[in-house]
Nanobody, 121 residues
Framework: QLQLVESGGGLVQPGGSLILSCTAS????????IGWFRQAPGKQREFVAA????????GYADSLKGRFTISRDNAKSMGYLQMNSLKPEDTAVYYC??????????????GGQGTQVTVSS
């Protein structure tokens, strides 16, 4: 059951930045790890980044380290994904998830409907 809501996607030029947000509709995210995933057309969903419930631990897909930053604000029950130096190959639907799956989408308890990110000139 989808109980997370992503926002912040859109069209951006190569080299630009976007911040995606994730919130839960019926529960607080505070006690869950948050993960971000993406799925490009014709490709499998892939891990982007994850953050522990406290924010002390983070993990990234190797190919995205240095460009993407995951964060959270437990006071607002929000998760974020800052994306810099965007490339056309970053074009995908981006999903957030909450639970204990870390880099494994199917192991998360909750997921969202996704937000489209398109990188194009």
């Amino acid at each position: 059951q989808l109980q997370l809501v992503e926002s912040g996607g859109g069209l951006v030029q190569p080299g630009g930045s976007l911040i995606l947000s994730c919130t839960a509709s019926v529960f607080a995210l505070n006690y869950y790890a948050i993960g971000w995933f993406r799925q490009a057309p014709g490709k499998q969903r892939e891990f982007v980044a994850a953050i522990s419930w406290s924010g002390a631990g983070t993990g990234y897909a190797d190919s995205l380290k240095g460009r993407f930053t995951i964060s959270r604000d437990n006071a607002k029950s929000m998760g974020y994904l800052q994306m810099n130096s965007l490339k056309p190959e970053d074009t995908a639907v981006y999903y957030c998830a909450a639970g204990g799956g870390w880099s494994n989408w199917s192991s998360y308890n909750y997921g969202g409907q996704g937000t489209q990110v398109t990188v194009s000139s």
